[in-house]
Antibody, heavy 115, light 109 residues
């Protein structure tokens, strides 16, 4: 069956970068896009962006332009989200979700930004 | 950027019916916004209930249905169960820029 398994929790200092991984199994990785969504404590869900695992095309939410990158390694069926210049309000659970239909989700990765 | 507004909280009795809505600051929502509805329970990843306005996944309980009503996406729960208590989010596309609603906390009581 389809699984998306994300990397473990991370603690970062303000100004640092974080890279979250999302390893896919149970399907052909390059045939489905990956979306990234986050939820900050006490807040709602926030769409961060989307990437094609087929050709690497990306679309980011305007809020994250210049600070985010999304990549994929098809040899390991793993998608990556990197967020730079971290601030305290980037503290959140980060989720990957498969395909334009968001049919399968990773378990989430807690990123804590604290000095 | 568009702002998407949902009812902050709603309460439904067990077995009752409730409708959650999703309003866009840009005006009428159509099928071109490809509305999604998600359910999220504490400590869990979101679960997708509805995609592309009205389509259900295989795991979506039959008691959930979605539509466009009065220019707004609507998610109707008919015959609420205790396990339906959760946060519900809509997600709309604005020319491939996606925006979540603020979420509705649904209480079954």
């Amino acid at each position: 069956q389809v699984h998306l398994v994300q990397s473990g929790a991370a603690v970062k200092k303000p100004g640092a970068s974080v890279k979250v991984s999302c390893k896919a199994s149970g399907y052909t990785f390059s045939t489905y896009a990956i979306n990234w969504v986050r939820r900050a404590p006490g807040q709602g869900l926030e769409w961060m962006g989307w990437m094609s695992t087929y050709n690497g095309n990306t679309k980011f939410a305007q809020k994250f332009q210049g600070r985010v990158s999304m990549t994929a390694d098809t040899s390991t069926s793993t998608a990556y989200l990197e967020l730079k210049s971290l601030r305290s309000d980037d503290t959140a659970i980060y989720y990957c979700a498969r395909d334009v239909n968001y049919d399968y989700w990773g378990q989430g990765t807690l990123v804590t930004v604290s000095s | 950027q568009a702002v998407v507004t949902q009812e902050p909280s709603l309460t439904v009795s067990p077995g009752g019916t409730v409708t959650l809505t999703c309003a866009s600051s840009t005006g009428t929502v159509t099928s071109s916004h490809y509305t999604f509805w998600f359910q999220q329970k504490p400590g869990q990843a979101p679960k997708t209930l509805i995609y592309d306005t009205t389509n259900k996944h295989s795991w979506t309980p039959a008691r959930f249905s979605a539509s466009l009503f009065g220019g707004k996406p609507a998610l109707t729960l008919s015959g609420a169960q205790p396990e339906d208590e959760a946060d519900y989010y809509c997600l709309l596309s604005f020319d491939n820029n996606w925006v979540f609603g603020g979420g509705t906390r649904l209480t079954v009581l």
